[in-house]
């Protein structure tokens, strides 16, 4: 693969993998959440595989296609899955509010920062992300290197998006986010992690999602809700 | 070189003027046909000027010169821009001033004229009108500014022409993540600046939701024909901007005289394109709630910021 191509490719797959992160903060709709989580999960493996068709590396080819599955397949999946059974039984349970109170569990009505706020405050989260990595950039400057503050950048927003949602299945998504800005931050930084670390790592964030998948089905069988504001007192 | 620059100013100023309304009349036609409904003809906003302007002039009592100067103030700003613009050559004798600031500026002064020009008739819906305005406003000058200095940083320059006959040398750059990302912010800060419809609407008289219709509401005939016919210029402006920032193909960056003419027809067919496509959309959009336009502005806002750092610290710091 020729140096320029490399680069542009690069180039576009970073940028659509920080747009992801950011459109995650502006929309409220969870379903569309998570599609664009899947499509961040997208990006993330271009960038594994860019970096590996160009430097000829086999196990990173593995490891892109293994995080396609995992972060464009599995865990939206599950996520969607969770979603769907909380509208579901949302509708089942409550005859007539059914409907009202199906749609409000699948959308994030009340961020305790409002979206517009949200956005400006993604938008100095980014600039610090470049304040930040240009000391590491200059010790080596090539195109993979120099788009190292995308993946700083979105583990901030990913973080941001952890502290101030309100709904459990949106705060999975921030822990996503963040988890996808660390590993897109190894692959920049160092050509990711060898294989059986990245291995390791996957299902970790794959157990980790499912613990709190359960976690959050316990949330709502005991609250009504997802609503962590809810969880003011511990009950048993 | 000279004649060519002048005769491609005058091509270029003559084609705005004939043709805003037609736009106008275009788009319209468009969401005309697309609702099923027979429309009014493309030439409806040519019509409507003429039976304005046979009218009586009538100003409230009360108004001082902001209502009488606004909408003289608005259609020569709105024609500054469309000489100052590069539509279809980059190299005019004006090239020097077009600069980035100095065509947001004027938009601006535009917009504040018509707001204090709202003002100045003392009722609740021209200062709820200009209260809205302004507000929009402030969120949409400076995502122009960013989206455009996002494509200035590989060109190295805030002069227009200079980035116009960059990106038509050079098609690589507006297909980098920094292009794509500034075509979504201006996209977006177009329509809030020309009123269109997610932002506001251009047909309702609907209180709730108007927002240039209330500042305008005061106005009547021949004033009202400038007030019309300066939006209409505007929008076809922005939307020739849009065109030549993010299209520049065919536009002349020579001395020769059919390249202009090429260019001038290219142009109109991109404007008239992108007004139909802009129409179509529009048809399937519903305006949003007043409250979530900043959401929606500071977005387009972020996308803007977004672009400037990504082609400042992804093409490396200068070095392309």
């Not at chain 1, 109170?101 to 949200?118: D, I, K, Y």
């Not at chain 2, 400076?142 to 200079?162: C, D, K, Q």
Request: charged letters at 15%.
């Amino acid at each position: 693969m020729s140096e320029g191509l490399f680069t542009q490719l690069l180039d576009l797959a970073c940028g659509a993998f920080l747009l992801a992160a950011v459109v995650v903060l502006w929309r409220r709709e969870l379903a569309a959440i998570v599609r664009i989580f899947a499509l961040q999960g997208v990006a993330l493996a271009v960038i594994a595989l860019v970096l590996g068709l160009h430097e000829d590396r086999w196990g990173l080819i593995v490891v892109a296609v293994g995080i396609g599955a995992l972060r464009a397949g599995l865990l939206p999946y599950l996520i969607r899955r969770a979603l769907r059974a909380f509208v579901a039984e949302q509708n089942g349970g409550d005859g007539g509010l059914g409907r009202h109170g199906g749609s409000e569990e699948a959308r994030e009505t009340q961020p305790l920062v409002n979206v517009a706020a949200s956005l400006l405050t993604a938008a100095a989260l980014t600039l610090l992300a470049y304040a930040v990595a240009s000391p590491l950039v200059e010790l080596d400057p090539t195109p993979a290197t120099r788009a190292l503050p995308v993946g700083l950048a979105v583990v901030l927003i990913g973080f941001f998006v952890l502290v101030t949602r309100r709904r459990a299945l949106a705060q999975v998504v921030g822990f996503l986010l963040l988890d996808n800005g660390i590993t897109a931050t190894a692959f920049l930084a160092a050509s990711g992690v060898p294989l059986i670390v990245e291995l390791g790592v996957s299902f970790d964030v794959l157990l980790a999602v499912l613990v709190l998948q359960v976690l959050t089905l316990r949330v709502r069988e005991a609250f009504g809700t997802t609503d962590i504001d809810d969880l003011r007192e511990l009950h048993d | 070189m000279n004649t060519v620059g002048y005769t491609a100013i005058a091509l270029q100023v003559g084609a705005v003027v004939a043709g805003a309304p037609l736009l106008t009349g275009l788009m319209r036609q468009t969401r005309a046909r697309l609702e099923g409904r027979v429309g009014a003809g493309v030439l409806q906003p040519w019509r409507d000027v003429r039976k304005l302007l046979r009218k009586e002039p009538i100003t409230p009592v009360g108004t001082g010169p902001a209502f009488r100067w606004a909408p003289l103030l608005l259609v020569a700003t709105s024609l500054v821009l469309a000489v100052l613009v590069p539509l279809i050559s980059t190299n005019t004798p004006v090239r020097a001033r077009a600069d980035l600031i100095v065509v947001v500026a004027l938009l601006a002064l535009g917009t504040l004229a018509l707001a204090l020009g709202g003002l100045d008739t003392g009722t609740a819906f021209g200062g709820m009108g200009a209260s809205r305005e302004m507000t929009i406003a402030a969120l949409v000058e400076p995502t122009i500014l960013m989206a455009v200095f996002a494509l200035s940083i590989p060109a190295g320059s805030t002069n227009l022409p200079v980035i116009v006959a960059g990106a038509a040398g050079q098609p690589a750059r507006l297909a980098s993540p920094a292009g794509l990302l500034a075509i979504a912010a201006l996209a977006v800060a177009v329509l809030a600046e020309s009123g269109r419809l997610p932002v506001d609407n251009p047909a309702t008289h609907l209180e709730l939701t108007m927002v240039h219709e209330a500042m305008v509401l005061e106005y009547a005939g021949p004033d009202l024909a400038l007030v019309e016919f300066g939006a209409q210029l505007r929008l076809t402006v922005l939307l020739g901007l849009l065109a030549s920032l993010f299209a520049p193909w065919g536009i002349a960056t020579g001395a020769s005289l059919t390249a202009v003419l090429l260019a001038l027809l290219l142009v109109v067919l991109k404007v008239m394109v992108l007004g139909m496509a802009l129409a179509a959309a529009e048809v399937f959009w519903a305006k949003v709630r007043l409250f979530r336009v900043p959401e929606l502005l500071a977005g387009s806002f972020l996308l803007a910021l977004l672009a400037v750092t990504v082609s400042y610290f992804l093409g490396g710091e200068g070095g392309q």
